[in-house]
Every structure is written in structure tokens, then in C-alpha cells.
């Protein structure tokens, strides 16, 4: 397994961790197979109320789609694959509250998770970024969803610059990214905390508050993401050239 969860049935509230920790966090096919059952196994225990997603270790929340992952694809211009289309929780139709709790980095196929939480509680070592562009991939899925938490210009910033700069836990503040940042080690303290108040309060309200919130972005996402499979085929480079680049790249860069 790799994937824990952990239940309190006083306080109503659980937490998922993604548990790669050797692996940076990062998702294989596996993994996300264990989060869309995760979600889909809470959407019917009515003993859990709120729920903290987390990652394992000090140095990422998660780093997305693992390297050595394979994917197959469809021939057909028409149709891709995407093997993290269904490991955030409103994809398996759960409107419990969901608070990320981010350790380290998160990056690429991490905003899947993001975009579908309720808020984001980070430690001040956290870090966000895109290495999409850098390797010849185009943000298609990652930006649409992070579109919703961010300012245009600082998710576009975020893609286009690539492994080139990463975002602050203070700048992911500043721009509502991010909605506390915590002392060293504390998000996920604090998000279980923050986890434990909304668990008290009545259920009905709180789900029918996430699916308001929800439903205010809804239509412009779906709509969005209707052109993503298209931009991805026409956008990225074979994969033999996507290796090539990431085994040439140097880990540099800036923090703003």
C-alpha cells in the first residue's frame, strides 16, 4: 500500500496520507487506483466528517505522476488517457470538506489533488511548481484546475516558468494560494485542527456549503477542460524526448 488512512470517530475527522515517501510522493498508477477508492470508501462512512490530505515525509507533499509510470494511449488523435483524472475527491463526487495540509514540494500532477481541496494549510518550507513546460509537456489539466485557486497571471507564471522558479509558502499566501502558513512541522497539526472544528458542526450544512462553493467554478472548469486532452496530444513532445530533457536539466532554481 501506498496510501494510509486514519480515522478518529470522536472528532470526525480522517487523514490520507500518500505514502512514497522515497519516491518524492509521486503517483503511480497504483496509488492513484488506492486515492479514487479512498474517496469513493468516505463518501459512505458517515462517521468521517472532514478529512486531511497530507504526504508522507519532510521534503514533498506530492511530486505527481511518477517518471517510471507508464501509460498506455489510445492511437486515435480523439481520445488520451489521463491516469490522474480520477484522484481528487470531487472527481469521486465526495463533498466532504477536504483540507491539504503541504509539506515540501507539490508540484504537477499535485495540483489535481490542490485544486479539489478545500483550502491549503502549508509549512514554511513548502514549495509550488509546474515542470511541465521544461520537459515539453503541456499544463493543460494542472493549470486548468489551479486557474480556480490563483490569479491569471500567477498560474501562468507558475507554467510557463517551469523547474526554473518555485513558489514560497509566504508568495502562496500572498496570493491566496495558500490560506495559513504554519510554524515548521506544524500544517498538519494545524489542518486537523482546522479539520476538527468543521467536523463538529452539523454535516448537512457543511456538504451543502462545499457543493455551493463547488458549484460557483464548476461550469467554467468542465468547459475548460474540454480542450485539455487536444492541447496535451497536439502540445507534447514524444516521450523519448521528454526523457532526454529531464535527464539533462540541472535541479536549479529560484524561490520567489
Known amino acids: 500500500m501506498s496510501l494510509s488512512l486514519s480515522a478518529d470517530k470522536d472528532t ?3 487523514v490520507v496520507t500518500l505514502d512514497r515517501p522515497r519516491k518524492l510522493n509521486a503517483l503511480d498508477l497504483a496509488t492513484a487506483g488506492e486515492l479514487a477508492a479512498t474517496w469513493r470508501e468516505l ?5 468521517v466528517r472532514a478529512i486531511v490530505l497530507t504526504g508522507a515525509g519532510p521534503r514533498a ?4 505522476l511518477d517518471r517510471d509510470a507508464t501509460v498506455p494511449q489510445p492511437g486515435s488523435p480523439y ?3 489521463d491516469p490522474l483524472e480520477r484522484i481528487g ?3 469521486n463526487d465526495l463533498w466532504k470538506p477536504v483540507i491539504a495540509a503541504v509539506n515540501g514540494m507539490a508540484c ?3 495540483f489535481y489533488l490542490l485544486a479539489e481541496s478545500e483550502f491549503l494549510v502549508a509549512d514554511p518550507g513548502a514549495t509550488f511548481f509546474d515542470p511541465h513546460t ?7 489539466y494542472e493549470s486548468m484546475g489551479m486557474a480556480q485557486r490563483m490569479p491569471y497571471g500567477e498560474i501562468a507564471r507558475m507554467a510557463l516558468m517551469g523547474t526554473a522558479e518555485r513558489v514560497s509558502a509566504a508568495r502562496a499566501y500572498e496570493i491566496g494560494l495558500v490560506s495559513e502558513v504554519t510554524e515548521p512541522g506544524g500544517s498538519l497539526a494545524a489542518s486537523v485542527e482546522r479539520a476538527r472544528v468543521i467536523a463538529s458542526y452539523p454535516p448537512e450544512g457543511v456538504q451543502g456549503t462545499v457543493r455551493a462553493v463547488w458549484a460557483a467554478k464548476e461550469a467554467a472548469r468542465a468547459h475548460a477542460l474540454a480542450f485539455a486532452p487536444h492541447l ?6 514524444p516521450g523519448d524526448r521528454q526523457a532526454e530533457l529531464f535527464a539533462a536539466r540541472t535541479p536549479d532554481f529560484r524561490l520567489r
Open 232 to 237: 496535451v496530444r497536439l502540445g507534447n513532445l
Open 12 to 14: 470526525g475527522v480522517a
Open 61 to 64: 507533499f506530492c511530486t505527481g
Open 43 to 47: 463518501r459512505f462512512d458517515d462517521t
Open 79 to 81: 481520445m488520451v488517457d
Open 108 to 110: 504537477g500532477g499535485a
Open 134 to 140: 521544461t520537459y515539453g509537456m503541456v499544463s493543460a
Open 89 to 91: 475527491p470531487k472527481a
